[in-house]
């Protein structure tokens, strides 16, 4: 099994990626790290517990990280994912699970040293844990075996989630972005050019009654799917996070291209956009893969299928 760390913002469609990971069964998860993203940092390891309470691994050790962004201020998404990041779904649960020690940062440095060449890390939040392990360890460049990021937008520019040119991912931490794409990493980003082709709607949802995941999936997802209601004038949500653990598990749901993508950093009408160079006028090396298109139902059939537990 290919062994990864999974580093969230633990809003909705994270807590439904992890449910994914884990009951793909294909997964060594070495440990999930946590980031300030959709919500603060505590709401976001406080999620990520109750997650894996409510799928019976509690064995999954959750280490806390970055609290805040490199330079910008913080920014939350409580309008997409609720007062709380899951929607409230799993407000009665009461939490047993620790947290660890070890800094996520530092976690991530630990583990790439320990399997040098055997690690992917699947990143469905900001990248800020994994710019600050490469400052303080430039070393385990070498060390990671690939990175597969949620994020960005490139070939849709003008439908972004947060700037019409910047997806939230990269927009809450531009500057980690920046520090991520320059390192020689062997890097897929799943941008919204295909995340926004796999939804889901409450038709889709009831194909879940009966199993141990439904009450969850209807309930967590409602806020998101009113907001996909006002955006869309259909009651349905983007599994972007899913689709990220989705690649990870069988790469033919998505084709991709090898291209050079760099960062916006400075201006305040696009800041965060991820600008991919398809022609070349840059004269630059690829610097990692984007994606072109996905095989969306195969996928959203895949995504459900898994989740139907008992």
């Not at 710019?131 to 949620?150: D, G, H, N, Q, S």
């Not at 997802?221 to 983007?238: A, P």
Request: glycine fraction near 8%; hydrophobic fraction near 40%; include cysteine.
């Amino acid at each position: 099994m290919e062994k990864i760390i999974l580093d969230v913002d633990t809003g909705i469609d994270d807590a439904l990626a992890i449910l994914y990971a884990i009951e793909s069964r294909k997964l060594d998860i070495l440990g999930i790290t946590t980031v300030n993203g959709n919500v603060p940092l505590d709401f976001v390891t406080t999620n990520t517990r109750k997650v894996l309470q409510l799928a019976g691994r509690t064995d999954v050790k959750v280490f806390p990280g970055a609290k805040e962004p490199f330079l910008r201020e913080v920014e939350h998404e409580y309008h997409v994912h609720g007062t709380d990041g899951i929607g409230n779904a799993l407000d009665d649960m009461e939490i047993t699970m620790k947290l660890e020690d070890t800094f996520a940062p530092d976690f991530i440095i630990e583990s790439a040293k320990k399997y040098p060449g055997e690690l992917t890390l699947v990143m469905i939040g900001p990248v800020t844990n994994l710019a600050l392990a490469l400052k303080k360890a430039p070393e385990i460049k070498t060390m990671i075996k690939r990175l597969v990021i949620m994020g960005g937008i490139v070939s849709r520019a003008g439908m972004g989630n947060k700037l019409p040119t910047s997806e939230f991912n990269i927009f809450a931490d531009a500057e980690a972005a920046k520090v991520v794409f320059h390192r020689g990493l062997d890097i897929t980003m799943v941008s919204l050019d295909v995340t926004h082709q796999t939804m889901i709607d409450l038709e889709k949802i009831n194909e879940l009654k009966g199993t141990k995941y439904f009450d969850f999936v209807k309930n967590s997802t409602e806020v998101y799917r009113g907001y996909g209601e006002k955006l869309y004038g259909k009651n349905q949500c983007s599994l972007h996070d899913p689709l990220t653990i989705g690649y990870v598990l069988d790469d033919t749901y998505i084709e991709t291209k090898e291209v050079y993508v760099d960062v916006e950093t400075k201006s305040e009408l696009s800041y965060g956009q991820t600008i991919a160079d398809f022609r070349g006028q840059l004269g630059k090396e690829p610097n990692m893969k984007v994606c072109l298109s996905v095989d969306s139902d195969r996928f959203v059939n895949d995504f459900i299928e898994t989740l139907k537990i008992k």
